[in-house]
């Protein structure tokens, strides 16, 4: 054994020692966390690899899926060329990318206007009976929120049209549904993004706010100097995972609450209701495939682009 043999085993052997050694003083972290690391194993990694799918005409085999996919023939691109070539390409698009615009821009506002508004109150258990009821709608399916909407927007009996006094078939007026979509999406998770930004603002240091109140600055004041720039890398953050969202729509919310009716495919019509349709209609599950596919690669190069863009600008507010 040569003496530079003899450092790189000893060098080796050091490393081996310190991981084992971390391994052992994080070992109780480790276990907590192997349930959720296997569960991510076998539902998101090892899925990936079906996404072989998205190039493929598919045909079911009764021997199995895997037999399935190794006799379907090859399509290469075929699939996307489907998808983009289609008449309702354009507006799937623009309905899904407006949609979600507006989305990330209310739930960023409203959010951050009902956090700092819950950390004005003095009285607990009214902060916490806000916070219940505005967190209740995000654990509600959205079929049981469709039978809600029923109630108010129904044509003959709804309670809309009753107050209003006027017989409209809202479910045939395409002009008021963004409205409705834009309402609800942001009434069923604006609960659980206030709370994130709450538990911010309570972590505030409040010596930052005794000093302002010295130097004689007034509610809004330490609002706009000192609550909104601590809240800002937050901001930032939820805004970057928004945008990685951007291509995807909430099923429950563009299917069930218009009850996939026709009038309004030209405004209730986004990428996730698309793939639905077609896959139900066609059966042609390479298709589908393909459209899932081009959600997550361009929701991905988005994410690592906006982030990018914000590590440009301050380091300490991107995701990685």
Known sequence: MTPQS???????????SKFWQKFSNNGPFVIFALPGAIWMIFFFYIPVFANVVAFKDFKFSPDGFLASLAQSKWVGFQNFKFLFSSNAAWL???????????????????????????????????????????????????????????????????????????????????????????????????????????????????????AAMVDGAGKWQQIKNITIPQLLPLMTLMTILAVGNIFRADFGLFYTVPQNSGALYNVTSVLDTYIYNGLTATGDIGMSSAASLYQSVVGCILLVSTNMLVRRFDGDSALF
Do not use: C
């Not at 003899?6 to 081996?16: A, C, D, F, H, I």
């Open 92 to 210: 799937i698009t623009k309905n899904t990318l407006l949609y979600n615009l507006g989305f990330i821009i209310l739930n960023l506002i409203i959010a951050v206007f009902f956090a700092i508004v819950m950390s004005e109150l003095r009285h607990k258990k009214l902060v916490k009976t806000y916070q219940t009821s505005m967190l209740l709608p995000y654990f509600l399916s959205w079929v049981i929120i469709a039978y809600f909407v029923m109630a108010f927007l129904n044509p003959e009996k709804g309670l809309l049209n009753s107050i209003l006094h006027t017989d409209i078939n809202w479910y045939a007026e395409p002009k008021y549904w963004p409205f409705f979509l834009l309402m609800l999406g942001t009434w069923k998770g604006i609960g659980y993004n206030s709370i994130l930004y709450f538990a911010t603002v309570m972590g505030i240091d409040p010596t930052y706010y005794e």
């Open 6 to 16: 003899g450092l790189e085993n000893s060098s080796k052997r050091k490393k081996q």
